[in-house]
């Protein structure tokens, strides 16, 4: 027996022995040996956690899969063994005067008694971690990745505390594709591309289950993210606020929320106004096709072809779109718009306009993951992405009718287009597609919503008005103001006590405890598909 079969024999006996091949880095970054990331899940005690600073608002996460039906039975638990962690640190020789950077992005007191924690566990089987809460470009700060996966990391931290919120299953899983510029730091490996292809080969929920296990399955296995917890969304209201019956949803999408029949108590000058958050921080408005759903203006100053049911669970009907078709291969999709409609300067809103935004879309550098899968997998979009063809050629527009030809199925397409706000093309004009977020439109947009945007401080508040062409009816609170902030707005408790806050929405433990005291205000818990977990960087350092 030669001596490569000699090895090949011994791998082949140690791997029924033991089930596992030897781990070891597969960079210069040990992060990337498994080994550690075990230790690391070992050595955070979640459930004292949970019980503790969470206040058991909170529910133990083993997988990114909320649970219920997609939830897999076959996930390490990876239970609290401090033992077990410094065994595998020494099997991986770890060099305990590292310094692990942990970056996070919730500016509240529950997030920084987290770190506390989490740091204090590690040093306790020789890990040592600081920890710094990210300002200013969080998201590029997070997602940044090498050219090349297999190149030197261009972010400098190791770990990320951080969410992902789904807004369809697979979105839990889709950026973790090789070459996706997720806050996930994985390079990806050809494996876990196949298993991504096939979640998002099917539109049969039974197999779509299977296909997402598998993945969810990997990921504990090899612990490229380390989930952490899922905990319950909080609508939080005044009691001078009535929605009139119109649904409750997850919040942090768009959805069919009515938000133009809902009534306020008038103030003292006789006014109806709502005080509100998630308006821009930033010298601009947002582009609505990366957070979606949750800054104000996404969700009041623009409509979306379809609506979204409030679980996301499927279509509720048509907002721009009066009908629409999926053939039964799912290859060709068609909307046809409304007769009359008018984005807020008068002008009629186009099939043109809906087409270019698509377009436009895939040139955009943060395109949300969902609506990326959908417009990639329209016939032609790869030339276009490419550079070599000027046009989508599936996509074609006669009258008020879009027609997508489609070069794949995709299972979430009509979940894409109840989320996507299209932009006004003639708006645009001369301005590189690259570099769309920052055109002078979103220093005050024209929308298509039933909410106008009148004022805006930036980094203060924003102001909206009713847009009295919404085809859905002119809404009834004569004003809106949104407060700036992001997730987790460090000033919503603070507002909501001085009487300056109507509608939000929080997921912070000790602003719920706070809140639940309080005979003004009414909390509607949503259990939503939302996993908080450490991201591991992986790329070689």
């Given at each position: 027996m030669n001596k490569l079969?000699?090895?090949?024999?011994?791998?082949?006996?140690?791997?029924a022995l033991t089930g596992t091949l030897s781990a070891q880095a597969l960079n210069g970054n040990p992060l990337s040996d498994v080994r550690v990331r075990q230790?690391?899940?070992?050595?955070?005690?979640?459930?004292?956690i949970i019980a503790t600073i969470f206040d058991g608002n909170a529910v133990r996460a083993d997988g990114l899969l909320p649970a219920g039906p997609f939830k897999s039975p076959n996930l390490d638990p990876y239970s609290y063994d401090p033992d077990k962690a410094r065994a595998l640190l020494k099997e991986a020789n770890w060099d305990p005067e590292r310094t692990l950077e942990m970056v996070y992005y919730y500016d509240d007191q529950t997030t920084a008694d987290l770190m506390t924690a989490v740091q204090a566990e590690l040093a306790d089987v020789g890990i040592k971690m600081n920890y710094h809460l990210l300002t200013g470009d969080v998201g590029a700060t997070l997602s940044a990745i090498p050219a090349d996966p297999k190149g030197k990391s261009v972010v400098t931290w190791d770990l990320g505390y951080g969410a992902r919120a789904a807004m369809v299953m697979q979105e839990y899983f889709n950026d973790y594709a090789t070459g996706k510029a997720s806050s996930d730091a994985y390079p990806g490996t050809p494996e876990m591309d196949a298993l991504i292809a096939a979640s998002n080969a099917t539109a049969d929920q039974d197999a779509q289950i299977k296909a997402l296990m598998a993945i969810d399955e990997k990921i504990n296995k090899d612990l490229i993210s380390i989930p952490f917890y899922n905990i319950p969304l909080q609508v939080v209201e005044s009691t001078r606020l009535s929605r009139n019956g119109e649904a409750y949803g997850n919040e942090q999408f768009n959805y069919n929320w009515g938000v133009q029949n809902w009534t306020i108590e008038p103030d003292a000058d006789g006014k109806t106004v709502m005080?509100?958050?998630?308006?821009?921080?930033?010298?601009?408005?947002?582009?609505?096709?990366?957070?979606?759903?949750?800054f104000a203006s996404n969700k009041l100053t623009f409509a979306h072809l379809l609506f979204a049911k409030g679980d996301l669970?499927?279509?509720?009907?048509?907002d721009l779109a009066e009908t629409w078709t999926v053939s039964p291969d799912g290859l060709a999709v068609t909307f046809t718009l409304r007769n009359g409609l008018t984005w807020q300067d008068g002008t009629a809103i186009t099939g043109d306009d809906v087409t270019w935004s698509i377009e436009a879309a895939l040139k955009y550098p943060t395109l949300h993951g969902v609506l990326a899968n959908t417009f990639n997998s329209i016939e032609g979009a790869a030339d276009y992405v490419a550079g070599t063809a000027e046009h989508i050629s599936g996509l074609s527009v006669d009258g008020a009718t879009i027609t997508l030809k489609m070069a794949k199925l995709d299972p979430n397409v009509l979940a894409a287009f109840a989320q996507f706000a299209p932009l006004p093309k003639a708006q645009f004009a001369g301005v590189d597609l690259t570099l769309l977020g920052q055109a002078?439109?979103?220093?005050?947009?024209?929308g298509s919503g039933p909410y106008v945007i009148e004022d805006a401080k930036f980094g203060d508040y924003a102001s909206f008005t009713p847009f009295e062409g919404y085809w859905g009816g002119k809404a009834k609170?004569?004003?809106?103001?949104?407060?700036?902030?992001?997730?987790?707005?460090?000033?919503?408790?603070?507002?909501?006590?001085?009487?300056?806050?109507?509608?939000?929405?929080?997921?912070?433990?000790?602003e719920v405890k706070t809140l639940k005291e309080l005979d003004f205000v009414r909390l509607?818990?949503?259990?939503?598909?939302?996993?908080?977990?450490?991201?591991?960087?992986?790329?070689?350092k």
């Open positions: 079969k000699t090895i090949a024999v011994g791998l082949l006996l140690q791997t230790a690391i899940a070992y050595a955070i005690d979640k459930d004292t005080y509100t958050n998630a308006g821009p921080q930033d010298n601009y408005f947002p582009v609505p096709w990366t957070d979606l759903g949750f669970g499927g279509v509720a009907g048509g002078p439109y979103w220093q005050h947009p024209i609170i004569e004003q809106i103001i949104a407060f700036a902030s992001q997730d987790g707005d460090k000033n919503l408790v603070k507002n909501v006590l001085a009487h300056r806050f109507d509608f939000g929405i929080t997921k912070v433990t000790a509607t818990q949503l259990d939503i598909p939302y996993t908080r977990m450490i991201w591991v960087n992986q790329y070689d």
